[in-house]
């Protein structure tokens, strides 16, 4: 299955980059992709094109992003959430399915426990753009359900 946009694009620049990176925010492949991912959104959108644009951007990556897109799209922000407990499982689970992808993107659960993960997980900033916007839980399936957020979603 194909990751996000952001994935997709810093997968592909990471064949051009010797080393690994650590998928810090800063690191250098990090810093030339950021910039790209919303380079593309700005393309796609002015060309008409629907997007869904995924990534677990902080808030101080994604407004200064989305707010120039804002009158290109009518602009609506599914915020999915999970406990830390679970978000730990599925990187963990992640990290060794997609262990071909380590060089773009690091392994963010490597010597992490559970405590330190929970501790960088609640200090997650999550966006705030001034659009409509639903919280779903995905612990298990969506809630609300997918119907509920594909109505939210198409609301004009």
């Known amino acids: 299955m194909p990751g996000d946009l952001q994935d997709e694009l810093k997968e592909g620049m990471a064949h051009a980059q010797p080393g690994d990176f650590q998928g810090e925010h800063g690191d250098p492949l990090t810093v030339r992709t950021v910039p ?27 407004r ?25 499982e599925r990187a963990v689970r992640r990290s060794v399915d997609r262990a071909h992808h380590r060089k773009a993107h690091g392994d963010s659960t490597l010597g992490k426990r559970t405590e330190d993960w929970a501790r960088t997980f609640e200090s997650f ?10 919280d779903v839980d995905t612990t ?5 359900d997918l119907a509920e957020i594909v109505e939210f979603v198409n609301r004009a």
Request: proline share 6%.
């Open 36 to 62: 790209l991912f919303f380079d593309v959104l700005r393309v796609l959108l002015g060309a008409g094109v629907t997007v869904v644009a995924e990534a677990a951007f902080q808030d101080r990556v994604w």
């Open 64 to 88: 200064p992003g989305l707010e120039p897109l804002i009158g290109l799209a009518q602009l609506r922000v599914v915020q999915c959430h999970v406990d830390h407990d679970v978000s730990f």
């Open 125 to 134: 900033d999550r966006v705030s753009v001034s659009a409509p916007s639903i």
């Open 140 to 144: 298990d399936g969506y809630a609300p």
